[in-house]
């Protein structure tokens, strides 16, 4: 057996092997999983942009004007003039004064972080913060103090005591596997108060929090106050690729150092040009992101009343955790099989003892469709054996209090330089036994009613985005003849 075989051998043992699933279509609110019909309850396409009609025909539209690929590094030949635009149109939307697109929130994280700390420097890095996040620190080559999840008393202590260089505290703004917001409002002032840069990431809040859907650094008041926010093109925004929000001169430096701005080519014009039609109406129709949040609320509601300990609040991403890996895998295989899909998140995702299932709203599901798949969670998961009272509390209840600051307060040799995830160190995870999985066939939900019922609501909601579409394009969203034709008009 190969030393990969083995390896992979182990991942199975350990209920962590990973296997794509492959949809059918769009991310709408029902897709087509390995050939049968779900409702998605786990895309990151919140406002249900992404298969919106006038953003794809955007796409098309540029790629009959742009084509497809941008050739280049944006600092070789790879910076076009709709990556200004959308640069300009991003730097308005987020009122800072600058902005620079990167391939992706991975490239992006990496690539600032990289810029703003290095070798001698300190980075304190939020417990849970995104695996880019953590891999943008341990690249950077600074050293890394993790602070408690959202934990200020913890953080202004770690700061006091570590003042190596240059400070950078970075955070998530909503936290992309529990859903609960950072404190960034007191993470600024204490970042502030120690002379330490402040870097957010917004990759969840975009869309959901604050005034017309602009984030969670809008919500707050702290617009001008965080020295870079990164946001992605990809989830709110229905697209691909991120960006980076900050002064003229700190743009200007990502410019001259964020090394996977630099060695990587530009977004794809056809993805900009999406990115950019998103924008227009998350502007145009900040309805949508009300109908997320509200979305969200009847979710939570719904998953409430079947007893799982869900919070009450309007934030869109929704965990149920289980425990371990193998019961994670098998709730989320029950509720597929009852028509509704929501991906189980393993370890090195999640910690240790938290698999779960991470459910997410979108704007374009329907209130039914919602209370229907809180019915199939609570059923599929008491089959199993599973009681939704008993299982963990989601963030932030699952968080104790913070105690006291104690000075010399001894957070163990090893805690320090770590991220808090650690794929190496999944090898010492306890041997997990796999209980007999309990085969059974319920009702799958009826999913031309849900479809039925879906289009009704959709027209008379106000996100009825058919229509919208129908207005702004009178043409099938994309047709290779007429494009031709108006491009050798051109
Ligand atoms: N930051 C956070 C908080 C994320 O959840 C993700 C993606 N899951 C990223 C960054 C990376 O963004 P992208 O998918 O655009 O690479």
Redesign the pocket.
């Known amino acids: 057996m190969s030393e990969i075989a083995q390896r992979l051998a182990e991942l199975e043992r350990m209920g962590l092997a990973r296997r794509l699933r492959l949809v059918s279509g769009p991310q709408g609110p029902t897709v087509l999983l390995d050939g049968k019909p779900v409702l998605l309850l786990c895309s990151?396409n919140y406002l249900g942009l992404a298969d919106h009609p006038r953003v794809r025909e955007a796409a098309a539209e540029a790629a009959m004007r742009w084509g497809v690929g941008a050739g280049a590094s944006r600092l070789v030949c790879g910076t076009m003039t709709i990556h200004r635009r959308l640069e300009e149109r991003l730097a308005e939307f987020e009122r800072s004064e600058a902005c620079l697109l990167f391939g992706?929130?991975?490239?992006a994280?990496i690539g600032v972080i990289g810029a703003l700390a290095g070798a001698g420097d300190t980075v304190f890095s939020d417990e849970l913060n995104?695996a880019?996040?953590v891999d943008g620190c341990r690249l950077s080559r600074a050293e890394v103090v993790v602070y408690r999840h959202r934990d200020v008393e913890h953080l202004e202590w770690s700061l006091r005591k570590q003042s190596r260089g240059a400070g950078l505290v970075v955070t998530?703004s909503v936290f992309?596997m529990d859903g609960d917001v950072a404190p960034l409002a007191e993470l600024a002032e204490v970042a502030h108060a120690y002379g330490a840069r402040m870097m957010v990431?917004e990759?969840?809040a975009t869309g959901n929090l604050g005034p017309g859907g602009r984030g969670a650094v809008a919500e707050a008041g702290l617009e001008g106050e965080v020295d870079v926010v990164v946001g992605?093109?990809?989830k709110a925004l229905g697209s691909?690729?991120?960006y980076a929000c900050a002064s003229a001169e700190i743009v200007r430096y990502l410019l001259n150092t964020a090394r996977s701005l630099i060695f990587s080519t530009a977004p794809s014009p056809p993805a900009v040009a999406g990115a950019l039609a998103a924008l227009g109406l998350l502007q145009e129709r900040p309805h949508r992101v009300q109908r997320l949040r509200s979305n969200a609320r009847v979710l939570r509601r719904a998953l409430a009343a079947e007893g799982f300990p869900v919070a009450d609040s309007e934030l869109q991403i929704v965990p149920l955790i289980v425990g371990e890996p193998q019961a994670a895998m098998r709730l989320c295989q029950a509720t597929i099989e009852r028509g509704v899909f929501a991906q189980a998140i393993r370890p090195p995702t999640v910690a240790p003892g938290s698999s779960r299932l991470r459910l997410t709203a979108m704007a374009s599901h329907t209130h039914s469709e919602l209370e229907l798949a809180a019915t199939v969670f609570a059923n599929a998961a008491r089959e199993l054996g599973l009681e939704p009272e008993a299982m963990a509390p989601a963030l932030p209840e699952r968080v104790a209090a913070p105690e006291p600051v104690v000075a010399d307060m001894d957070f163990g040799v090893d805690y320090w330089p770590e991220a808090p995830f650690d794929v190496e160190r999944e090898g010492e995870l306890p041997e997990v036994t796999v209980a007999q999985v309990p085969t059974q066939a319920m009702a799958v939900v009826d999913f031309e009613d849900l479809e039925l019922e879906r289009e009704q609501e959709a027209g008379r909601e106000e996100v009825g985005y058919q229509e919208e579409a129908a207005a702004a394009s009178p043409n099938a969203p994309f047709d290779i003849e007429r494009e031709l034709s108006r491009a050798r008009a051109a």
């Open positions: 990151n992706s929130g991975y490239l994280n995104h880019s996040i998530d992309s990431d990759a969840h992605t093109l990809g691909y690729g991120a």
